[in-house]
Nanobody, 124 residues
Framework: QVQLVESGGELVQVGGSLRLSCAASGRTFSDYSMGWFRQAPGKEREFVAT????????YYADSVKGRFTISRDNPKNTVYLQMNNLKPEDTAVYYC?????????????????WGQGTQVTVSS
């Protein structure tokens, strides 16, 4: 019973930066751990980053560690993904997701609620 809407995806050059946002509505936002996933054409959806209910703990895929930062603003019901030093292999549709039972999971199957996705394209 939560709706998620991503925004911020754009065409950027290699080495550039982009900030994605995910606005949530419905059940109390702070009850959920949140995750970012991405899916490139012909590939399965893969884990990017996750954050716990309070924002005090984060975890990242090795492919983005040191370049991406996940954060949340609970009063604004919003989670963010700051992406720096973007690479062509970061090109994908990015999805935010909410999980209320398994905290900070890296698995797609653990998340009950998903946004519609936002396209990020990094030029080579």
């Amino acid at each position: 019973q939560v709706q998620l809407v991503e925004s911020g995806g754009e065409l950027v050059q290699v080495g550039g930066s982009l900030r994605l946002s995910c606005a949530a509505s419905g059940r109390t936002f702070s009850d959920y751990s949140m995750g970012w996933f991405r899916q490139a054409p012909g590939k399965e959806r893969e884990f990017v980053a996750t954050i716990n209910w309070s924002g005090g703990s984060t975890y990242y895929a090795d492919s983005v560690k040191g370049r991406f930062t996940i954060s949340r603003d609970n009063p604004k019901n919003t989670v963010y993904l700051q992406m720096n030093n973007l690479k062509p292999e970061d090109t994908a549709v990015y999805y935010c997701a909410a999980d209320e039972r398994v905290s900070m999971s890296t698995r797609v199957s653990s998340y009950a609620y998903w946004g519609q996705g936002t396209q990020v394209t990094v030029s080579s």
